[in-house]
């Protein structure tokens, strides 16, 4: 069987480790709060109602397909482009471009800085490879004038950060559903790992502050090669979503998960 993403490659480091994906997914909770689109996001409403399984159940989903056998990764990868098309239906407007680009893009960012914050930086072929396979993955999906380059992606990054990003109602509404189901310690937890990871542009829209202690505890967590935070993750949650976090560790290697949608 040939897999969907090489068996060398930094794409599947990163995505096979708890800790790695838990941050990706801290950082990608901010910035999906003040995207100009998020309304998307409260369609359906299942985020909203419970964003902790959604972000979950999402990860797990994106493992599979990473660690999925590539032709059925890329059919899982078109089904999910089947589902953004029937939602697209039922609201009767298509999903801007813009939008599925900068979902795409928060994935890409936040897997370099998360593995960063915990590991290293990435080196410049590490960085080429991460957006090729996502590159892939976004085309797979629909997603319509991609960069052509890591250099290029990240020029554009930078201007979806100034151009795309919006404080309002739909983002204070996400922030009470992260409280509510994590509890205040949780969620300061949380808005503390966010301002940490996330750029300057969502620092400021969010009132986020880069803590210093914390960033000092992820230096000494990398000479420990993250294992404390593999740990910590697991108590990171609220205990009924524990075992589906726990399984974030073992992706599996066969097929992909069925598609998660907004």
Not at 232 to 249: D, E, H, K, T
């Amino acid at each position: 069987m040939t897999p969907f993403v090489d068996c060398n490659s930094i794409v599947r480091r990163i995505w096979g480790d708890r800790a790695v994906v838990l941050l990706i997914f801290a950082g990608a909770a901010a910035e999906f709060a003040v995207n100009r689109a998020v309304d998307w996001l409260f369609f359906t409403g299942k985020l909203p109602r419970d964003p902790l399984a959604r972000l979950i159940a999402t990860a797990g989903a994106a493992q599979e397909i990473i660690f999925g056998e590539a032709a059925a990764a890329e059919h899982a990868l078109r089904q999910i482009a089947a589902v953004h098309q029937a939602i697209e239906r039922r609201r009767g407007e298509r999903i801007p471009d813009r939008a599925q680009r900068d979902v795409l893009y928060l994935l890409i960012g936040y897997s370099e800085r998360a593995y960063e914050v915990l590991y290293r930086p990435l080196s410049p072929a590490e960085q080429g490879d991460l957006y090729r396979v996502f590159q892939r993955v976004g085309r797979l999906l629909g997603v319509v004038r991609l960069p052509g380059s890591y250099e290029a992606w990240r020029r554009d990054r930078t201007q979806h950060l100034t151009r795309d990003l919006s404080y309002g109602r739909h983002s204070a509404a996400l922030f009470t559903a992260y409280r509510r189901q994590l509890g205040r310690w949780r969620f300061w937890l949380l808005c503390d790992l966010e301002g940490m990871l996330v750029p300057p542009e969502v620092r400021n829209l969010l009132g986020l502050r880069s803590r210093r202690w914390l960033r000092a505890a992820f230096m000494l967590m990398r000479r420990l090669r993250g294992r404390p935070l593999a740990m910590l993750s697991l108590l990171a949650v609220p205990r009924g979503y524990r075992n589906q976090l726990y399984r974030l560790g073992a992706p599996s290697r066969g097929q992909p998960a069925a598609p998660v949608a907004a």
